[in-house]
């Protein structure tokens, strides 16, 4: 099949090149004037259309005879949020040609290799002159490497999580604990879905790929489960930080709590002593101002105070 002309001043999203029999076509962030492009010259379902312009869909692949039409998610990380987020990618490929489409721009892997292979004659030969199938395991493979490096900032993070744990149990803690969690589960939400599609790549058979699908797609179903190895890990590791860290701030607490108490056990025998002679009767001493039952009175407080002291270290409770 023939792929259409695209005018590139109409539609400055949408590239292609070509090698030999076959065509790749990249969109970036999809418009109206895209779909009805694809419309009028391949004869893709129209849901399939649908789905390219609507804002989410999870991660599939639907089989047709002269096509698949593939959707996947790869995560973007969020710096001023500190939040990974998904970003989809919708791939129609058949024999003649590969159409990827990023619907909101930000995957740098997908657009670099694009440019590497319509500026660079080796590289488009080396890539595209075998055949389509080819052409998706090493456009699958620029994007599942392009997680690696992401997982190894969450787990970084992990890594500073625990010294600052270990080092002071502060409130900011708490913080820091739940922006990693909420990093670690959207990136979970992102990676998961993509093994299914991926195995189904490795495990049916597709003629039009003329490739040994189970051994290029077998090693991107590989790199998929180390990723979720590893986010598994960092979830074990985060949720032990976790409850470490809520023990830390518990076991603070009781000995802040602690301290109080002996505090106020010490300081009740002196309360009274002063309530008692404060009140409003005569008492041994109040008839006239005496320094000596002054002294008395405070002797009496600090020696009842000493000999608590002694009390509750004697029991190791201080």
């Known amino acids: 099949m023939s792929v259409p002309f695209v005018d590139e001043e109409k539609q400055s999203n949408m590239n292609l090149i070509t090698c030999g029999k076959l065509t790749w076509i990249y969109i970036e962030a999809p418009t109206t004037q895209n779909v009805e492009y694809l419309a009028r010259n391949f004869s893709f379902h129209p849901l399939n259309l649908d789905d390219v312009l609507s804002r989410v869909q999870r991660p599939k692949i639907d089989e047709y005879p002269d096509h698949l039409f593939i959707v996947l998610h790869f995560p973007v990380y969020d710096k001023e949020n500190r939040v990974t987020h998904p970003s989809e990618v919708d791939i129609f490929i058949s024999e003649s040609y590969v159409i990827t489409i990023n619907k909101s721009g930000d995957l740098k892997p997908l657009a670099k290799f694009f440019k590497e292979c319509r500026l660079d004659d080796n590289t488009r030969n080396n890539y595209m002159c075998r055949s389509s199938g080819f052409l ?7 994007l599942v490497n392009y997680c690696f490096p992401i997982l190894d900032k969450v787990v970084d993070n992990a890594e500073k999580l625990e010294d600052l744990i270990f080092a002071r149990p502060v409130p900011e803690t708490v913080h820091e604990i739940m922006m990693i969690r909420r990093d670690l589960i959207s990136f979970r939400r992102v990676i998961h879905p993509q093994i299914g599609v991926v195995e189904a790549l490795e495990r049916e058979e597709y003629p039009f790929f003329k490739e040994d699908q189970d051994i290029y797609f077998g090693d991107i179903a590989d790199h998929i489960r180390k990723i979720w190895d590893g986010l598994e890990d960092c979830k074990e590791v985060v949720d032990g930080l976790a409850d470490t860290s809520n023990w830390l701030t518990s076991h603070r607490i009781q000995e802040i709590m602690r301290v109080l108490t002996i505090v106020m056990a010490i300081m009740a025998p002196a309360t ?24 008395i009175i405070l002797s009496i407080m600090f020696g009842i105070a000493a000999a608590m002291l002694w009390f509750f270290r004697r029991r190791h409770w201080i």
Do not use: K
């Open 272 to 295: 009274l002593l002063a309530s008692i002679y404060g009140m409003n009767v005569y008492l041994p001493g109040g008839r006239e101002a005496s320094f000596i039952t002054l002294g």
């Open 136 to 142: 998706l395991y090493h456009i699958l493979d620029a």
